[in-house]
Every structure is written in C-alpha cells, then in structure tokens.
C-alpha cells in the first residue's frame, strides 16, 4: 500500500483578516496531491505557542472548504465528542458531507483540554477518564443510529432520544468514515470495534515513538481480529508535522511506515511572523520533496 498525505494547517487561524490567503491555500492544497485536509476542533486551547482564545469553529471552516474544492476530502483531527451533544454533531457531520458530496472524514476522540470543555459543553467540565469514555461511547452510539435509523428512541446514562429522525442522512453509506484520536486501552478497543481508522499524534504521550506507535498497531490489530473485522480495510494514520529540513521529514516517517503507519497528516506549523503566501510554500515543498519518497 502506498503511503498517503493528508494535510493540516496550524490550530491557530493564521489568515483571519486575509481569507482570499486561506482560499488560496485550501486549492493548493487540493492541487498538490494531498488526499485530504484535516482541521483540529478545539474552541480553546491552552498551547503556550498558540494563541487559545483565537480559534474558528471547525466544522464551519469545514463547509467553507468543501466549498471551495471538488475532490479533496475533508475531516477533523479530531472533534471531540463529549463536547457536543451527539445528536447535534451527527446533523453538522451529515450536512458537511452533503455539502462536500461525500467527502467528509469524522475524526473523533474523547476530549482533552478542561478549558474548553468548563465553557463549550453540555455537562460544563471535562469528565474524568473513564465517565469521559463511557459518555464518548454512548454519544457515538447515538451518532450511528441517527445515521442508519428511520427514527430513533434512545435511553442511555447520559443521552436520551424519544422518536429523533435525522434528515437527509450522510452521503457517505452507511456514514462517513470514522477515524479515532484514541490512547488509551478502553479507547484502542474501541476503535478496533467502531472505527475506521486509528489517528494518534506524534505529540501525545502514548505514540511519540515509532515503537510505542506499532505496539498500537498491534493492540488494533488483535482487536479487529477478536471482532472479526477485516484488518486491510483498516487504516493506520498519524498526525505529525514538519521539520525544517526534508531529509529528517523522510527519515521520521520511513520509521512510523516502517511501524505500520499508512496514512500520515502533516501539520503546517506556526512560524510567526506570518507573511503572505508562507503557508503555501510550506504545504507545495512538502509536496515535491517529501511525499514522492513514499
């Protein structure tokens, strides 16, 4: 299988005031060859090199790029989804990717910052680890149902639905694919189970190394085995970024290959101060000098 590229823009929204700047982007992004642009979905995020409070919504950004693109896919790295009632994010998923014409990636994951989560969800705070899993798994159980069901009459610990019907549905058949931003064990299983695709970052604590990333791939494989999935329709993605010379860019992803990694998302990084068409030199280098490599 050859490895594929998606690409991600930095968290912070470098090209407010200059949005003709952004457009740009997203269709050299397009015309580039990367399969897909992937947008973090974070409201705040309390990183010392971005600025917190200066986020855009994600899954708007999302529909402006569908707009403006014809084949590219698009998706989130990831949304967290105990910061949304699942109800409501299932209707944003499914008119994006009607909007897009099926091209929509719905990354997922648990959540992770306390400071986005106190202001911009439902229950006001970040749940400890396991309540914060139970509450993902039953709000993507939600999700599935809306997706996949005439009407839907749901009585679980945290969510509740009574005859929900969620029109037009998604595209995509029976919905779009699911990648899942998980660490943990109960979060690997999980993903084995309901995903699509696994998509950790190399910045998190569980896969800053190739070896801890194929142990990864190994616990996922299992799982997909136990549950009787096919392991080949499974993808194993890894968000990662760009250094500032080409030959370390290929010898750090020939090594997560290497590991089992089949799909790598690139994030371009902040590297104030920002100047006009910066961005997309950064994303076409990246292009011409990485990507035919793989």
Not at 15 to 20: A, L, R
Not at 116 to 134: A, M, T, W
Not at 226 to 243: P, Q, S, V
């Amino acid at each position: 299988m050859r490895l594929k590229f998606g690409v991600s823009p930095s968290p912070h929204p470098w090209w407010i005031g200059k949005v003709k700047e952004f457009e740009k982007w997203i269709m050299e992004a397009e015309n580039c060859g990367y399969d897909a642009i992937f947008l973090p979905d974070h409201y705040n995020l309390p990183v010392p090199m971005f600025p917190s409070n200066e986020l855009i919504d994600t899954w708007s950004t999302l529909a402006f790029i569908a707009a403006k693109t014809t084949h590219i896919k698009i998706g989130t790295c990831v949304t967290p989804l105990p910061r949304y009632l699942p109800s409501q994010l299932a209707k944003i998923i499914a008119t994006v990717d009607i909007l897009s014409n099926g091209r929509i990636i719905a990354g997922l994951g648990a959540g992770t910052f306390q400071e986005e989560f106190i202001n911009y969800s439902p229950q006001g705070c970040l749940d400890e680890p396991r309540k914060r899993v139970d509450r993902f798994l039953e709000g993507l159980q939600v999700m599935i149902k809306l997706w996949t069901m005439d009407k839907v009459t749901f009585n679980g610990r945290f969510y509740k639905l009574k005859e929900a019907v969620l029109l037009p549905k998604p595209v995509q058949k029976p919905y779009p694919p699911l990648w899942a931003g998980a660490v943990g064990s109960r979060m690997l299983r999980i993903s084995a189970k309901y995903f699509n695709a696994w998509v950790p970052s190399r910045g998190s604590t569980f896969t800053p190394t190739p070896e801890k990333y194929e142990a990864g791939v190994k616990i996922i494989t299992d799982y997909l085995k136990r549950y009787g999935r096919n392991t080949n329709e499974f993808t194993f993605a890894l968000l990662g970024w760009m250094t500032e010379k080409v030959v370390d860019d290929i010898d750090i992803i020939d090594k997560f290959v290497k590991a089992g990694c089949q799909y790598y998302i690139v994030e371009i990084p902040l590297t104030p101060p920002v100047k006009d068409g910066r961005y997309i030199q950064l994303i076409r280098k990246f292009a011409r000098e990485v990507m035919p490599s793989f």
